[in-house]
C-alpha cells in the first residue's frame, strides 16, 4: 500500500498545528506592536513609536515565513483571527515591559516546536528553526536593552525623553 | 440488449474497518475511498484531512448530554467535495472510530516504508 500522505506532506500533522498555532501568535504579536506604536506615537515617544513600527514589521516578516514553510511542505496554512489587542497602557516602562514578555513567549513557544521536531526526528523543520533562533537572541536583547536604559537612565526629570531618544540606536551585532 | 456496467480491476486495500464501514486506499488513483451510511465516497488527500476535522471536531459528549428535543442529527459537509453526510449520533461515533482507526494504520504503513524500504540499516 502506497504511503499517500508522506508524498503530499513533509510535516506531520502535529508539527503543522503547532507551526499554525505560531503562525497566530507571530500575527498577534504584530498587532499587539503596532498598538505600542500607536500609545508611544500618541503621547510623545515617537523614537520609540517608531521602534515598534519596525517590530510590527519584522513579526508580520516572520508570521508570514511560518507561513510560506507550511505550504511549501505541502500543509495547510491558516489564516489567524487576531482580537484583544490591548489599546493602554499605564506607563512608559510598561510598553516596553510587554515587549520584553512578548518576545519571551515567542522564544519558548518556538522551543516547544523544536522540542515536538526533536521527538519526531523532524530534522528539516529543526533546521528550518534554527532561523528564528537566531531572530529570538536579537530580538529578546533588545527588548532587554530598553528596559536597561530606564534603569540606567532614570526616569526622572528629562530622563523619559532620553529614554525614548536611545531606544531607536538599540542595535544587537553579535558574531557569535 | 441490456448493458451492464463492469468494475474496471480495482486495486483496492482496506485500511480499516468497523462494524459500521470501511475505508479502502486506492494506490492507482491515490484517494481512499469510504464506505459508509450506504455509500461508497471517494476522498482525496485534502479531503480525507478535512473529513477527518469536521468529524473530530463535533462535539459528541455536549450531543449527549443535550435534553433538546432538535434530532441528534449532524450534518457532514465539506467545502469543494461532492459527498456529504447526515448522521445520527451512534453513526458519527462509529465515523470517528473508523477514521481514528484508519489515521493509525496510515501511521503505521508509513512506518513500515520507513523501515523497509527508506532507511538503510
Same mark, same amino acid.
Given at each position: 500500500m502506497k504511503d499517500i500522505i508522506r508524498a503530499k506532506c513533509l510535516i506531520s500533522s502535529d508539527v503543522e498545528a503547532l507551526i499554525n498555532q505560531q503562525i497566530k501568535k507571530e500575527a498577534h504579536s504584530s498587532s499587539i506592536y503596532l498598538s505600542m506604536a500607536s500609545w508611544c506615537n500618541r503621547n510623545g515617544y515617537d523614537f520609540s513609536s517608531e521602534y515598534f513600527f519596525k517590530q510590527a514589521e519584522e513579526e508580520r516578516m516572520h508570521q508570514l515565513k511560518f507561513f510560506k514553510y507550511v505550504l511549501d511542505m505541502g500543509g495547510n496554512a491558516v489564516s489567524p483571527e487576531i482580537s $484583544?489587542?490591548?489599546?493602554?497602557? $499605564?506607563?512608559f516602562r510598561e510598553v516596553f515591559e510587554e515587549a520584553l514578555e512578548q518576545e519571551i513567549s515567542v522564544t519558548q513557544s518556538i522551543k516547544n516546536i523544536a522540542a515536538r521536531c526533536h521527538k519526531e526526528q523532524d530534522y528539516v523543520t529543526l533546521e528550518f528553526l534554527n532561523w528564528f533562533f537566531r531572530e529570538q537572541r536579537e530580538e529578546e536583547y533588545k527588548a532587554r536593552r530598553a528596559l536597561e536604559l530606564f534603569d540606567v537612565?532614570?526616569?526622572?526629570?528629562t530622563g523619559r525623553w532620553q529614554i525614548d531618544k536611545h531606544v531607536g540606536d538599540i542595535k544587537y551585532d553579535s558574531e557569535a | 440488449m441490456q448493458e451492464l456496467a463492469t468494475l474496471s480491476a480495482v486495486d483496492f486495500t482496506e485500511v480499516f474497518s468497523v462494524h459500521a464501514g470501511a475505508i479502502y486506499q486506492s494506490d492507482s488513483e491515490n484517494c481512499w475511498y469510504i464506505d459508509f451510511a450506504g455509500k461508497l465516497a471517494r476522498f482525496d488527500y485534502r479531503n480525507l484531512l478535512k473529513l477527518k476535522k469536521a468529524v473530530y471536531q463535533i462535539d459528541i459528549e455536549g450531543l449527549l448530554l443535550s435534553s433538546e428535543k432538535a434530532p441528534d442529527l449532524e450534518i457532514i459537509f465539506i467545502c469543494a467535495c461532492d459527498h456529504c453526510y447526515v448522521l445520527s449520533l451512534v453513526q458519527i461515533i462509529a465515523l470517528k472510530e473508523l477514521l481514528a482507526g484508519t489515521f493509525v494504520m496510515l501511521e503505521l504503513n508509513h512506518i513500515i516504508h520507513d523501515r523497509l524500504h527508506r532507511i538503510v540499516a
Open positions: $484583544n489587542i490591548k489599546g493602554e497602557y $499605564n506607563s537612565i532614570g526616569e526622572e526629570g | -
